[in-house]
């Protein structure tokens, strides 16, 4: 799971591993790859508590791309877990030394497993504004972004301009965030997010 500062990373991964558990029954282990952050482990920590799922075994110092190499191996020697979900600092797309760990990080996961990660999302802010573009592009140049979150939608932010990165790019929106509640990660629904953008008027709707 990757994206910019303050996108709202780490809350997503904690409500993905709800969701996977609550609905499909998956045990999901929360590695604690953001690094920069001092609170970070500790609030995916609290996340995985509240979502039944493990954590990663974390030591303070260690590069996040052999944290989440030991991740992996970690879930594969213990047998039963279905699903890693990888949280990671925030990082602007500007920065290339940044950007390039981010590759180095990628590439780890895959020498523990041919194939990972399945899935690389992109966590977008929806009161980015077009801005989220530049984001996507430099991201997807990067690690091959396959699936897109885009949170922060319980207030006057619409999140609009993600069309123009799923038209450019051609990546889908997965989910999106609503709110900080546990359930407030939705599966995304094309017709309700144009009728979000486009709300009818009362005029409209005494027409139709």
């Not at 509640?181 to 027409?207: H, R």
Request: proline content about 3%; glycine content about 12%.
């Amino acid at each position: 799971v990757v994206g910019v500062n303050g996108g709202g990373k780490t809350t997503t991964v904690g409500k993905l591993s709800h969701r996977f558990a609550s609905q499909s029954g998956a045990k999901v282990m929360l590695v604690p790859g953001d690094t920069f952050r001092a609170a970070a482990a500790e609030q995916l920590a609290a996340w995985a508590e509240r979502s039944d799922g493990v954590m990663a075994t974390y030591k303070e110092g260690v590069k996040p791309g052999a944290l989440c190499y030991q991740a992996v191996d970690e879930a594969c020697k213990m047998g039963d877990v279905d699903i890693v979900l990888a949280d990671t600092s925030g990082r602007l797309h500007t920065n290339c030394d940044l950007m390039d760990e981010l590759v180095g990080v990628k590439r780890s996961i895959g020498k523990r497993m041919a194939g990972a990660p399945h899935e690389v999302l992109l966590v977008l802010d929806g009161t980015t504004g077009l801005n989220m573009l530049n984001q996507a592009r430099e991201f997807n140049t990067s690690v091959g972004v396959t699936g897109l979150i885009l949170t922060k939608l319980d207030g006057t932010a619409r999140g609009g301009a993600v069309v123009s990165v799923v038209d450019e790019l051609g990546i889908p929106v997965k989910f999106v965030g609503v709110g900080e509640g546990m359930e407030d990660l939705q599966t995304f629904d094309p017709a309700s997010f144009v009728d979000a953008l486009f709300p009818a008027s009362d005029t409209d709707a005494k027409e139709t």
